[in-house]
């Protein structure tokens, strides 16, 4: 009901529409509409009730809330449950602790900040007017395949910069999307599972939309969309051309077994593919050549030795060697 009356008001944003006329039209009582319509202004939405005329609903720019996130993923059936917060310790976590609750679902988290935002090895992630996502899955595929999210989640982010944008991202496999040699986006994808058997796996994507600035640390390596194009970008935009962008890949992915399109995505926009990188793990440092991303969205080099090599994800971190990717 909640959600009927909000595509209702949606549709005529610039008119008042009358009770009688909304009760009519759903076939409820004028107090259960008007039970609603305060419901819905408790949760944050701005309706303008004039009482010779109905109910209007202006529209927060910025912020989305619980019922329009609901609206949005809708039509998506990879999404069972949504969660919308104005602010939250970290999307990933409140998905681990939501999926207790919510056994054998999908679920997506979305908030505009976090407190406690992680990026990978337990590094922070400046979580400040941006668009802080994580989608939980409980896909029936081998965990070895689990890293091929990122890689999903890298190619839906390029394709929605694409779709509403003339800026060019690139790719610094695994996680990272650059411009110009700055960050603009980081993706962390937590794996949950026995040996050969995934519990969930949560993907999380920070994106940095509104940010006028950054903490001096990373003032130099960190860019933002309004910093890019002097526009502000509604968190809702972002949101609705990426969930559009990574229902395809994904269901390719699940559906099809088919992980190409995401894979040329990822070479295509690769910053690294024919470039001298070091790569480091733990404490150990390795000078090798990038010759490509293989099928399993593995770093193809040509090692030290002279050989050829798969790195896999995870067990490494890259730094280029050329100054403006570090
Ligand atoms: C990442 O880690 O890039 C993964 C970031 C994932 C964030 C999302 S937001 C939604 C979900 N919920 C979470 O709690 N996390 C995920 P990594 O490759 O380790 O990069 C981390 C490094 O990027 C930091 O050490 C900083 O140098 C830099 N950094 C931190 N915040 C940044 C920002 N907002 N923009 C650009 N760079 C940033």
Known sequence: MEKEILKLLKSNKDVYLSGAKISVQLKVSRTAVWKVIKKLKEQGYNIQSVSSKGYRLIENEQRLNNSELALIIEKYDFIDKSFYYDEIDSTNDILKRESKKYDFKNLLAVSSKQTKGKGRLGRVWESDNGLYM??????????????????IGAAAIVETFNEISDIDVKIKWPND?????KKICGILTELNA???????????????LNQVGFSDELESIATSYKIETGKDLKLRDFLEVFLKKFDILLKEFLNEKNIENTLNICRNKSIIIGKEVNIINANNVRKVEVININEKGQLLVINENGEEEAVFYGEVSIRGIDKLYI
């Open 134 to 151: 994580s989608y939980l899955l409980r896909p029936d595929i081998s965990p070895i395949d689990a890293p091929l999210f990122t890689q």
């Open 177 to 181: 999307i650059v411009i110009n040699g």
């Open 194 to 208: 026995e040996l050969n058997k995934i519990n969930y796996i949560v993907l999380g994507i920070g994106v940095n």
